[in-house]
């Protein structure tokens, strides 16, 4: 895991929209992949009163780490864990 970008999505909520699935973050990290952009999908939800990752499981710990600040610290989009 260490030497793999995480590739961070956010999903706004909006009036109408689902919250995001496993399902989605399957097919969001797929499309990636067919469009060469290397990297784990990690979607994070972003709704009113706060957010929620969607990843997966072996990322549990490098998730949880991050804050919203964090994820907006990173001048290119990425995050170095």
């Known amino acids: ?3 793999q970008d995480m590739a ?3 999903w706004e ?3 109408g929209r689902a919250a995001p699935t496993a399902e989605d973050r399957v097919r969001i990290q797929a499309a990636a992949q067919r469009a060469g952009i290397p990297g784990i999908v990690v979607l994070v939800w972003r709704f009113q009163q706060g957010f929620r990752y969607i990843g997966p499981a072996s990322w549990a710990t490098a998730m949880e780490a991050l804050t919203w600040e964090s994820i907006h ?3 290119d989009g990425r995050l170095t864990l």
Do not use: L
Request: charge should be negative.
């Open 1 to 3: 895991m260490a030497d």
């Open 13 to 15: 909520e909006s009036p």
């Open 73 to 75: 610290s990173e001048a």
């Open 8 to 10: 961070i999505v956010i």
